[in-house]
């Protein structure tokens, strides 16, 4: 059974960083993608980067592209998100998700199996 399990949100100031962390288990097959999304209060929950199982390929949304770098951390089994110069507007609970079978993501409805997500808060 796959899990997915998040860590290392919290609450940071405007322009802080913060690592989130994704850990993987009961994946049978090399071949998946993992993408990293977020839902803010009121609204639907939108993608955020994608990144292949080979780590080969590697995908943002346009307001973070500059920001945020995910990678593989392999002998950890782990997926992370690095984000950089934070904004008040990248408040959300933002959750990790799996597509297998495929170097790609989907959209919220399209991807296979989900963590429970870990807060993020950025205000002064």
């Known amino acids: 059974q796959l899990q997915l399990v998040e860590s290392g949100g919290g609450s940071v100031q405007p322009g802080g960083s913060l690592i989130l962390s994704c850990s993987l288990s009961g994946f049978t097959s090399d071949y998946y993608a993992i993408g990293w999304f977020r839902q803010a209060p009121g609204k639907e929950r939108e993608w955020v980067s994608c990144?292949?199982?080979?780590?080969?390929?590697?995908t943002y949304r346009d307001s973070v592209k500059d920001r945020f770098a995910t990678g593989l951390d392999n002998p950890k089994n782990t997926v992370f998100l690095r984000m950089n110069s934070l904004k008040p507007e990248d408040t959300a609970v933002y959750y990790c998700?799996?597509?297998?079978?495929?170097?790609?993501?989907?959209?919220?409805?399209?991807?296979?199996?989900w963590g429970k997500g870990t807060l993020v808060t950025v205000s002064s």
């Open positions: 990144i292949s199982s080979s780590g080969g390929t590697i």
């Open positions: 998700a799996a597509k297998l079978s495929s170097i790609y993501c989907r959209g919220p409805d399209g991807m296979d199996s």
